[in-house]
């Protein structure tokens, strides 16, 4: 299976370990303020906030941390102001990376990532650099027997999605990011429930990996990247086998 296939990030995530909880509650909240703050707090009229809310529900994160949240984007309950920010950068082997912040505090959020690069055999590059090597695009990844390809296509076209692709995993729907909302909601109402929901940065093109040594340095910097604080979501394009 190849690194850069969401579904390897689909079954990463799945196996957060308790001692990471913590963390992956602080950037729900992070992401369910922002949705909240941009399309306002009735999950029926934000499909944004409402796919969030699901996640975090799968998450077993606690409903009144959910609540909060949304009350912190709404502006009922003071709240930290986050900005979202995009870093672009290099890994071992020329492996491009997409790494999806949100901050308090732009310095620090800086710092940590253009380190965590520095560390491990990368580079910050500057804006533009590397997103070429992207597509950025609503994707919904649903396993297999969830539902007939033909009735999901209908389903997804229907809505706004751009395709849906095929695999031994499941489906991969993908549509404009301004598509996003009403490709979830069309999900949502025939009883689809993804494995994955979200606006990604897919790649287009992928880097082939064979060196044992750069891959091992690609598996850190991936973890030292997930684990700020900050960071929302890591992507990459590189392609590397189990072995």
């Known amino acids: 299976m190849a690194k850069h296939n969401k579904w390897s990030k689909v079954k990463r995530l799945k196996a957060v370990t308790d001692s990471r ?3 992956v509650f602080s950037r729900l909240s992070r ?5 909240a703050k941009a399309g306002g707090g009735d999950v029926d009229g934000n499909a944004r906030l409402r796919t969030l809310v699901l996640k975090a ?3 077993n994160m606690p409903a009144e941390n959910v609540d909060r949240a949304i009350k912190k ?3 009922e309950l003071p709240g930290v102001v986050y900005e979202e920010i995009t870093y672009e950068g290099y890994g071992p082997g020329g492996v491009a990376f997409m790494v999806q912040a949100t901050t308090d505090n732009k310095t620090r959020a800086a ?3 253009r380190s965590a690069f520095s560390r491990h055999g990368g580079n910050l590059a500057s804006t533009g650099a590397v997103a070429f090597q992207f597509q950025h695009a609503g994707q919904f ?11 999901l296509m209908e389903i997804a076209l229907e809505a706004g999605a751009d395709d849906v692709l095929t695999s031994e995993q499941g489906f991969e729907v993908r549509c404009n990011v301004h598509a996003f909302d009403k490709v979830s909601h069309a999900l ?4 689809i429930k993804p494995d994955s929901a979200e606006i990604a940065y897919i790649p287009t093109t992928t880097v082939p990996v064979t060196d044992q040594a750069v891959a091992a ?5 991936h973890d030292v990247l997930e684990e700020s604080d900050d960071v929302q979501a890591v992507f990459s394009n590189e392609e590397m086998d189990e072995a």
Do not use: F, N, P, Q
């Not at 992401?31 to 949705?35: G, H, M, Q, R």
């Open 21 to 23: 909880r913590g963390k």
């Open 31 to 35: 992401d369910i303020t922002l949705a």
């Open 57 to 59: 529900r799968d998450a």
């Open 73 to 75: 984007g709404t502006g």
């Open 111 to 113: 710092k940590d990532v």
């Open 141 to 151: 990844l649903i396993a297999s027997g969830t539902i007939a390809e033909d009735a």
């Open 188 to 191: 949502e109402h025939k009883g």
């Open 217 to 221: 340095l690609i598996e850190k910097l």
